[in-house]
């Protein structure tokens, strides 16, 4: 098993992406994305000014930057991103962002088997390769999403395939990928990584030295996550650290986003009581944060003219003492540059400025935003529809004003003429809303659990509503959302 070769075909079959896109399960691709969107232009950053923090498991400096391999550049960049989907991974501008960042300190990297439908591993190995092992720590999950995945074999097969992929002898940091999904979240984890024997398996490679730290990243059931943490109490279980979504909307109104999403101030607060480390993930919120609605932008802006709206959710993240590293999906030169600005060095927020960005979460919540990230983990659709697109679409109209209510508002054909052009130009109409058929696929992969067939009803209900200037049915269909009326 461990000496086996795999031909990519193999592979993506073994992970469970197949050849057919229509029985993919959830996999992200490497498409552009608004996450990190620059809103100043990037300085050039400093070289040796990196903040690092230092794992107690193994005394790991590890930058507070953090690179997140889940987007990454494409060859024609000209092209819509939703229809990069197949689009060649540009392993030399991988090569020119990898080499400036271990330049300017960064020397944390995660990928996963599932990133980029199964391409980011490849692409990270070969950039990183290129650099002596002791400059960097790879982090990658077992990403043992689908049912054929799920055996003792096929999951060994995947970890072993990942070190050949990444072109490493041992993972520095290895997950349990995204637990505490799916419909019967204790089940699921039960049958990914306890009754295959799995979670003993990685156990033993840590031993062995293939593994050097061991850990899970969380999404949904509350009960998932103390139970894991009920392990390593009991002493079932070591974990060295633990990736969490943080960020200063996620601190106290995660479960008012969304009531399956767990607050990041117990999340954070549960691993400080063991002194387990936290590697944060959505630091922006899929972008939300760098994009936010104009009238909050403009209260951090006049706040602090000469830095990016963005740069205060990474103060925010970077600001926790237990926090080991913040990633961020970093496609674009600039992204990379401006994150290296804020965190070279760090500026960490005073108690004013957390209490500042807690009030503006508070306002955010009001807008009722679908709570997507764009991490696209609901992708392929099996009927086309492209939803991160819709969703994308629906929260950048609501958050400028172009979700109008009724047709007695101001602006209202302004308004309404921005939401159905701005809809055809983003997502093609064959991929809209209105071809769900409600087969519930996506909604189990949702790391925010959002009922994505509910709200693909909704929305093709008010895109109706506003071809037709129905005003008894745009009352029932825009916010507050049906699950909240």
Known sequence: MENKIYSRRSFLKALGIGTAAATAPAVVSCVSSEDNEVNVTPQEPPVGKMVYRTNPSTGDKVS????????????DDNRSAREEKDAEIDQEMVNRQVDYAIEHGVNYFDTSPA???????????????????????????????????????????????????????YIDY???????????AM?????????????????????????RNLGFSYHGDIAIFDHALKMHDEGKIKWDFVQIELNYLDWKYADEINDSNTDAEYLYGELVKRN???????????????????????????????????????RYAGSFPNVLTVLSGMTRMEHLKENLTTYCPLKPLT?????????????YVSYNIIPCNDCKYCMPCPYG??????????????????????????????????????????????????????????????????????????????????????????????PPKEDEE
Request: glycine share 6%; net charge neutral; hydrophobic share 35%.
């Open 351 to 363: 108690d004013k400025e957390k209490l500042f960005l807690e009030t503006l979460a508070s306002e």
């Open 174 to 184: 290895m997950l349990l990928h995204a637990i505490g999904g799916g419909d019967d």
């Open 115 to 169: 990133y980029c439908r199964g391409r980011s591993e490849h692409a990270t190995g070969i950039a990183l390769k290129r650099h002596a092992r002791d400059k960097f720590f790879i982090a990658t999950k077992l990403s043992n999403f689908a049912p054929e995945t799920q055996t003792r074999e096929a999951s060994i097969e995947m970890f072993h395939n990942s070190l050949k992929e990444l072109q490493v002898d």
């Open 385 to 478: 529809i492209d939803i991160p697109a819709i969703f994308v679409h629906y929260n950048k109209c609501l958050t400028e004003g172009n979700v109008p209510r009724e047709t007695q508002q101001p602006d209202y054909y302004k308004a309404r003429r921005a939401f159905l052009v701005g809809y055809d130009r983003s997502v093609p109409k064959l991929r809209q809303a209105d071809h769900c058929i409600g087969c519930g696929k996506c909604v189990s992969h949702c790391p925010q659990r959002i009922r994505i067939p509910k709200e693909m009803e909704r929305i093709s209900k008010y895109v109706e509503a506003l071809k037709t200037s129905n005003n008894d049915d745009l009352t029932q269909v825009v």
């Open 187 to 211: 089940e699921t984890f039960e049958t990914r990584y306890i009754k295959n024997g799995i979670l003993d398996f990685l156990v033993e490679q840590r031993e062995k030295g293939l593994i």
């Open 64 to 75: 507070l930057l953090g690179y997140g391999m889940m987007r990454l550049p494409t060859i």
């Open 276 to 314: 387990i480390p936290a590697v944060i993930m959505e630091p922006l919120l899929g972008g939300r944060l760098a994009n936010l609605p104009e009238p909050l932008a403009k209260k951090l802006l006049s706040r602090d003219p000469e830095h990016s709206v963005a740069s205060w959710a990474f």
